[in-house]
């Protein structure tokens, strides 16, 4: 079984909707979860960060982490084609030379 | 942007043949990390360091080797390339403290096939 499972889309929305990306994990002590955003022949990079349980908002991305159901979430409200990449989600427990991610879903945001 | 640089950015190579991937980073990061992407699977850790001197074999079973004798470059050698190493590596850093994000940056990838 593998610790972070992550729908591999592809997902296609029009331009202005709002975007939902999850993940599920099955170790209960990770603890730092991260979004990563790949753009085509590019590197990731960090898009979000949170620690533990909650919400944390940037912009027009929310993050939601639910540690009870083992499921975060990544909200793009107004989604715009500048969006479109691939999105991975990584987690770690509190030891950061161990990083678990998603295989990623990629994105397409249509004008 | 981050300053993690890679080269070569695409390498089409034959069956046998040794190559280097280049990885150097100007941000002073003591942890450097390699992983292995392959479309449509997870991020598999492959290699990393913690420092000078210091290298770690990482979940994926890999028949590379990796090097640390500079804090900004970490490179990675297969001595003798098959068609099964054919994927994309991506070289990453990362600062061992002062940070609690522990923010993986990394560079734009090297893209190998083995023919």
């Known amino acids: 079984q593998k610790e972070v499972e992550q729908d591999p889309g592809p997902l296609s929305v029009p331009e202005g909707a709002i975007v939902s990306l999850n993940c599920t994990y099955s170790n209960s002590a990770f603890q730092y979860f991260m979004w990563y955003r790949q753009y085509s022949r590019k590197g990731p990079e960090l898009l979000m960060y949170?620690?533990?349980?909650g919400n944390k908002e940037d912009g027009r991305f929310t993050a939601q982490v639910d540690k009870s159901s083992k499921y975060i979430s990544l909200f793009i409200r107004d989604s715009q084609p500048s969006d479109s990449a691939t999105y991975l989600c990584?987690?770690?427990?509190?030891?950061?030379?161990?990083?678990?991610f998603g295989s990623g879903t990629k994105l397409n945001v249509k004008p | 942007e981050a300053d993690i640089y890679q080269t070569p950015r695409y390498l089409v190579i034959g069956t046998g043949k040794k190559i280097t991937l280049e990885c150097s980073q100007t941000m002073g990061h003591d942890k450097m990390y390699w992983y292995q992407q392959d479309p449509g699977m997870e991020l598999h850790l492959i290699h990393y360091?913690?420092?000078?001197?210091?290298?770690e074999k990482g979940d994926l079973s890999s028949e590379s080797t990796v090097s640390r004798i500079r804090t900004e470059h970490f490179p990675l050698t297969l001595e003798s390339a098959r068609p099964s190493h054919t994927s994309q590596y991506l070289c990453?850093?990362?600062?061992?403290?002062?940070?609690?994000?522990?923010?993986?940056?990394f560079g734009e990838g090297s893209r190998l096939t083995v023919l």
């Open positions: 990453a850093s990362s600062e061992w403290e002062g940070t609690n994000t522990g923010e993986l940056f």
């Open positions: 360091s913690y420092g000078v001197n210091s290298t």
């Open positions: 949170t620690y533990s349980s």
């Open positions: 990584a987690m770690s427990v509190y030891n950061f030379n161990k990083f678990y």
